[in-house]
């Protein structure tokens, strides 16, 4: 679906042309255009090839989607994947947006993603100054809306880790929840991986070095942004490393429980095991027991017991047992 299309001179709109025009507006006016469409159809995807001319191969990936961040070059022509990660109640849900990027057009395609580039768009318009450096600000700008998009899942990641931690040594945990939480958190932190790690690769070919005549007025911007790509990836690793951390600890925490309740039930069967033994060996069926005709023989043997459950009890509580 077509979401707008405006050609751009020294930084302002100066035509909207439909999407079956396109070569004549480029003939007719100097600056670029900049198409953008969301979940395109077989039709809207081959007339777009067919009016600028795009590459084959390129208009394959975006028709079947489904394709890890990357750069590619076709001449003077870049195409550009990437990611849009979004917290959706299943999980992140990963979305892709495709962009083509040439010396006068620049053509943005979303897949499976409810983001739009309103605001992208909206932001360069007030920058007329910018927007005239043409279409590799244009990708710039994706990118950096894209990048941006990736702060609140770590930052939201780091904020739900550290409420576990708290909870990781609070009495009366549910531990097996603690570890299936640990590991969801994991499982989100997996995406962002897959998605920033390529992407910094794309944004280091944008800035120094051989960088596509497309993009060289504007490789400062692409820099700011491998920097930002490499600040959520190294939060990203470190929220990785603490969540293995800490379902270690709570692993260890649910073996320490376990050894606290071995040994209490250990020490309350001593204990038990006492007075039955004593009584095993005395019968207790005797009259005046424990030696058949002691007179204090029955009272004895109660007190003897209770002095040997009283001694266990003792020596186990000193050695945190009970």
Not at 92 to 102: C, I, K, L, N, R
Not at 203 to 208: F, P, Q
Not at 255 to 281: C, F, H, N, Q
Not at 303 to 310: K, P, R, S, T, Y
């Amino acid at each position: 679906m077509l979401i707008n299309c405006f050609l751009y001179h020294e930084g302002r709109v100066a035509a909207q042309p439909p999407l079956d025009g396109l070569a004549a507006a480029l003939q007719a006016h100097e600056g670029f255009l900049w198409v953008a469409l969301r979940d395109p159809g077989d039709d809207e995807l081959s007339l777009l090839q067919q009016q600028l001319r795009l590459p084959t191969l390129a208009v394959e990936d975006t028709r079947h989607g489904h394709q890890r961040p990357k750069l590619e070059e076709y001449g003077e022509l870049l195409f550009a994947v990437m990611h849009l990660l979004d917290h959706g109640p299943d999980g992140t849900e990963v979305g892709e947006v495709h962009v083509f990027v040439a010396p006068r057009f620049v053509v943005s395609v979303r897949h499976r993603s409810p983001r739009h580039f309103l605001g992208v768009r909206e932001r360069c318009e007030r920058e007329p100054h910018l927007l005239r450096l043409g279409p590799g600000f244009v990708l710039y700008a994706l990118m950096d809306a894209v990048v941006d998009g990736y702060f609140p899942l770590i930052d939201a990641v780091e904020a739900e880790l550290e409420t576990l931690e708290d909870r990781m040594f609070e009495p009366q945990t549910d531990r097996q929840s603690l570890v299936h939480r640990l590991y969801a958190l994991k499982q989100r932190l997996a995406p962002l991986r897959h998605a920033v790690s390529p992407l910094m690769e794309v944004a280091g070919k944008l800035h120094g070095g051989r960088v596509p005549q497309t993009c060289g007025p504007v490789q400062d911007y692409f820099r700011d942004v491998h920097d930002h790509l490499a600040r959520i990836l190294a939060n990203a690793e470190a929220a990785r490393e603490t969540v293995a951390s800490a379902t270690q600890v709570n692993l260890t925490l649910v073996t320490l429980d376990e050894s606290a309740v071995t040994k209490r039930l250990a020490a309350w069967a001593a204990i038990i095991a006492a007075p039955t033994a004593m009584a095993g060996i005395w019968g207790m069926n005797f009259e005046r027991m424990p030696e058949l005709k002691w007179l204090w023989g029955y009272p004895a043997a109660l007190g003897a017991m209770a002095l040997v459950c009283g001694l266990l009890y003792h020596r186990f509580k000193r050695a945190g047992w009970l």
